[in-house]
């Protein structure tokens, strides 16, 4: 997950537009309006028979911490297509989709993530170019307190959570949980 | 649902930025890099005991037809903030929500939509800015044929059958469907 975001151009100021409600980027030298929105990030919990994926981040933020593979959704894909391009992209996986596990809200970095489960296709993994190294770890060994953000916390739990129950509901955030870190 | 998106100013071209596996927009003037993803729309199901509330569309697309109070989210909210505050934009209703019916991809639009069940606080409700009129519609009288979008028709059927089930999972889209009209 890459949560880093260029907004603006350099001539850029916050101004309202003519019948909008809120200020938005406006370009000084062209009038471009950028209109800023939150952005999805897709993710899976991979598992290959009791094993979890985990990738160690090659980029900031959190370089060298531990997380799923996820990332920004891109243009004109699906949210599943993007979880399964991002399980490729980071960790070199092929994955299947089984179900939603999650949508978490991160306000402050105005953020949707929609975190699905997923069983590896096969057990061949390799770092990725945003990774330093990938790996498969039973539960008792998942690096806890060098996980890269509080939503891999929370889609490991939700996740195993999951695994003993029927009908396990879509889950959130944590109540008061925001996400930050 | 306004599903218009000013994507460039005057002077933008598609590149590959160094480093980047997809061509971007960027500024020939500026340098600017204009990152485009999908968007968040969020929105709800509002019903006054069994009535649910629609709004006949003052915009375009789909000017004059029926839909949820639904829309873009914005910045620094969350998904449950955004689909509050276009209930009370688009139909002045406020809205208590009860639960998440579905998550829905139209990768045609790059948008994911994510569609609340929710319970109208009063009955009183009132056209907003983008609005010609809104109504309280019983099941039958739903004005089915004057729906603006294919998932206004899902958010509906979706709804309707989680009135009846307890541990109603999360939805997305039917089977083969893009959400194209």
Redesign the interface.
Known sequence: MNEE??T????FEHRLPAGD??SRLI?R????????????VVGAVCAWEEKILLCRRAIDPRKGYWTLPAG??????????GARREAW?EARAKIEILR?IA?Y?I??L?Q?Q?IYAARLVSPDVAAGPESIEVALFDWPDIPWNDLAFPSVHWSLGHYREGLSQT?Y??Q?NPPGELGNY
């Open positions: 975001n260029k603006a151009g350099p001539n409600s809120l370009c030298d062209c009038g471009f309006i950028q209109y800023e929105n939150p952005k999805v920004y959704m891109e243009l004109n894909e699906t949210s599943l297509d992209e939603l949508v809200n306000p402050r105005s949707v929609l009908d509901p879509v959130s």
